[in-house]
C-alpha cells in the first residue's frame, strides 16, 4: 500500500507529562484499526456518533492500559478528508506512547512530519497558501503572525478570483485562435484588455504586500552595534524582555554574538547583540569584534547606539563611517532619562530615523512604533486584507505579474492572439503554483517537511 493510501498514526501534543494528550490516527482503516485498541463503555463506537466523544477504554494487547474519549470525523468531512480518529488519554509519556504502539500494532503506520496537513492539501480540503499559513500559526512568535494566520482563507480566496479571472481571459484568447471565423470569443479586445490591465494591477498590488508579510513572519534581520557602555546590552534586554545579556560598567563585557528572535510590534526582529567597536589589543575583544562587523555586513536593520548623556567620541564617529550602505540604520539616543550632552545635530545629518529612549527605565514603544513604519504597510490589516507571506508565494507571483505585463504590451500593440495568448498561459500557470495547483511534488514535500509529526 502506498503511503498516501496507508492508515497513519501520530501523538498530536507536544512530548512530556500532561493532564491530557491526543493521538490522531487517519486513512482508509482508521476505524478497524482504533476498535482493535478501544472498547466503548456504552453501546455506541465513535463512527456511529461522529463527531461525538465516546468514552471507553484503550487496550495494548488486550489488557486494559488507560480510559479516555475517541471522537471520530468520517470522510470527506474531516481534516485529511480521509476517515480520521482522534483519541484523547491521560499525558503521561509513557501511557501515551504505549496506546501510540498499539496502533502501530493493529495496523497503522507511524505518520511523517506534516503527513496529515499534506493529506489535507492532497484531497483538496486545504490549498498550498493555507498549508503554510498553518505552519507560520506552529511556529508563531507574535501576535501578529497568529493574526496573519488565522486569515489564511482570506489569501486563498483572492487567489482564487484571479485565478477564475485570469482563465476567463485565456479562455476567450483561445477562442480567437480556435474559431477566427465565428467570432466565439466572450470578450472583445477592448474588454479583454481593460480586465487584463485590473488584473495586472490587483496582482501587482498584492505581490506588494509581501514586504509586510515578510516582516511578521520571516523577520528582520536587526543588529546592535555602538562603541562600549553605550547601553547595547540593556537595549536587547528591554527588546528580548529578560536579562539574557549580562550589563557592566566595564568595558567589553560583550565578546561574542548573542542572538535572539522577538516580536517588536508587527515586526519580527532576529535580533543580535555586538561587542562593542573600539580599539583594544585584547585578541578575545578583537574577535568579538571582527564577528560584529561581519553581522553589520549581513543586517537589513542597524541599531546604532549613541550615549545621549555624554559627547560624540571618535569610536561613535568611526562607527558611523563604518555602517554599511544600502541598510536601514537607527540612530538610538541611548539614557535620555540623564541630561542630554550628545551633539543632536551631527546625528540627524548622518540618519534619517532617530529615536531617544532609556532602556534601563523605559519602553521600545517609539522604536516598535519606527520599525513599523519602515517594515509594514499601516495601510494592510492583518488579519483582515490579503498578505503574500512566503517567498515561494512571492516568487510565483511575480512571474504572474512579469507574464501578465507582457500580454498586456502585446495587446496594446495589437498583435495577433496567438502571441499574447502564450503569455496568459504563462500567467496561469505560474499562478497556480501559488496555491498548489500546477505545483511540483519536491516543493510539495519541502513545504511539508518543516511540519511538526502529528500536524
Not at 124 to 153: F, N, P, W, Y
Not at 305 to 317: I, K
Not at 361 to 369: Q, R, V
Request: glycine share 8%; charged share 25%.
Amino acid at each position: 500500500m502506498s503511503e498516501h493510501f496507508s492508515t497513519i498514526a501520530a501523538i498530536s501534543t507536544p512530548p512530556g507529562k500532561g493532564g491530557v494528550a491526543l493521538i490522531r490516527v487517519s486513512g482508509p482503516e482508521a476505524f478497524a484499526v482504533v476498535l482493535r485498541v478501544f472498547r466503548p463503555r456504552g453501546k455506541s463506537l465513535p463512527w456511529e456518533r461522529p463527531r461525538t466523544a465516546v468514552y471507553g477504554d484503550f487496550l495494548s494487547e488486550g489488557e486494559v492500559i488507560d480510559d479516555g474519549l475517541v471522537t471520530a470525523f468520517p470522510a470527506p468531512a474531516s481534516y485529511t478528508g480521509e476517515d480520521t480518529v482522534e483519541l484523547s488519554c491521560h499525558g503521561g509519556v509513557l501511557i501515551t506512547r504505549t496506546l501510540l504502539e498499539a496502533l502501530f500494532l493493529a495496523g497503522a503506520v507511524p505518520a511523517p512530519a506534516g503527513e496529515f496537513t499534506r493529506r489535507a492539501y492532497l484531497s483538496g480540503r486545504l490549498g498550498l497558501t493555507e498549508a503554510e499559513a498553518i505552519a507560520t500559526l506552529l511556529d508563531a512568535k507574535s501576535t501578529a503572525q497568529v493574526r496573519l494566520s488565522a486569515a489564511r482563507g482570506v489569501l486563498a480566496e483572492r487567489l482564487d478570483a484571479y485565478y477564475r479571472e485570469l482563465l476567463t481571459l485565456t479562455s476567450s484568447a483561445e477562442a480567437v485562435i480556435d474559431f477566427p471565423e465565428e467570432d466565439l470569443a466572450e470578450l472583445s479586445t477592448e474588454e479583454l484588455t481593460r480586465r487584463l490591465h485590473a488584473l495586472r494591477e490587483g496582482m501587482t498590488a498584492l505581490t506588494g504586500s509581501y514586504r509586510t508579510g515578510r516582516s511578521v513572519t520571516e523577520g528582520v534581520r536587526a543588529v546592535i552595534v555602538g562603541r562600549p557602555n553605550v547601553g547595547k546590552s540593556c537595549l536587547y534586554n528591554l527588546l528580548v524582555g529578560e536579562e539574557a545579556a549580562i550589563v557592566s560598567d566595564t568595558p567589553g563585557t560583550t565578546r561574542d554574538l548573542l542572538e535572539r528572535t522577538v516580536p517588536l510590534g508587527r515586526v519580527l526582529l532576529r535580533l543580535t547583540d555586538t561587542a562593542g567597536l573600539h580599539a583594544s589589543d585584547d585578541p578575545i575583544e578583537t574577535l568579538g569584534m571582527d564577528r560584529a562587523r561581519r553581522a553589520m555586513e549581513e543586517a537589513e536593520l542597524l541599531l546604532s547606539v549613541f550615549d545621549a548623556s555624554a559627547p560624540l567620541t571618535d569610536e561613535d564617529r568611526a562607527l558611523m563611517a563604518a555602517l554599511p550602505k544600502g541598510r536601514t540604520a537607527v540612530a538610538i539616543l541611548n539614557k535620555s532619562d540623564l541630561p542630554t550632552r550628545i551633539d543632536r545635530q551631527e546625528i540627524e545629518a548622518r540618519f534619517e530615523n532617530l529615536v531617544e529612549m532609556s532602556a534601563t527605565c523605559g519602553t521600545a514603544t517609539a522604536l516598535c512604533e519606527l520599525c513599523d513604519r519602515l517594515f509594514t504597510d499601516g495601510a494592510l490589516s492583518i488579519g483582515e486584507d490579503p498578505i503574500v507571506s512566503s517567498a515561494r508565494q512571492y516568487a510565483a507571483l511575480c512571474r504572474t505579474c512579469e507574464a501578465l505585463t507582457a500580454a498586456e504590451g502585446a495587446l496594446l500593440a495589437g498583435m495577433p492572439a496567438d502571441m499574447y495568448l502564450a503569455d496568459l498561459e504563462a500567467a496561469l500557470s505560474a499562478l497556480g503554483e501559488v496555491d498548489g495547483r500546477t505545483v511540483n511534488e519536491e516543493i510539495v514535500r519541502e513545504i511539508f517537511s518543516h511540519f511538526c509529526v502529528g500536524k
